[in-house]
């Protein structure tokens, strides 16, 4: 079992940052890839980034490829989002995810979730 609480959501102008992180709890933390992805009003959840246990490589959204960045620390465990030139398309409730699937892109794969963290970016 592992349980994910999120923070670092909150409201920022179009072309601020901010920088999620996911706090972990249970075993074998390292031995999870971890996702995050995201739901806006009225959509379907979405991936954005997520990042392989074994080598730590790392896969983006084309929406998001070059201004977010996925990072983990296997130490602390916990998994962090930085989220650059946010733009208000990026509005959503953003969710970290845990999986041993190798298919990091689904979000039928992930067994354990975390509760969410709003993110609103005005324009």
């Known amino acids: 079992q592992v349980q994910l609480v999120e923070s670092g959501g909150g409201l920022v102008q179009a072309g601020g940052s901010l920088r999620l992180s996911c706090a972990a709890s249970?075993?074998?933390?390292?031995?999870?890839?971890m996702g995050w992805f995201r739901q806006a009003p009225g959509k379907e959840r979405e991936f954005v980034a997520a990042?392989?246990?074994?080598?730590?490589?790392?896969d983006y959204a084309d929406s998001v490829k070059g201004r977010f960045t996925v990072s983990r620390d296997n130490a602390k465990n916990m998994v962090y989002l930085q989220m650059n030139s946010l733009k208000p398309e990026d509005t959503a409730v953003y969710y970290c995810?845990?999986?041993?699937?190798?298919?990091?892109?689904?979000?039928?794969?992930?067994?354990?979730w975390g509760q969410g963290t709003q993110v609103t970016v005005s324009s």
């Open positions: 995810a845990a999986t041993k699937d190798l298919r990091i892109f689904d979000t039928a794969t992930y067994g354990f």
């Open positions: 249970g075993r074998a933390f390292a031995s999870y890839n």
């Open positions: 990042i392989r246990w074994s080598v730590g490589s790392t």
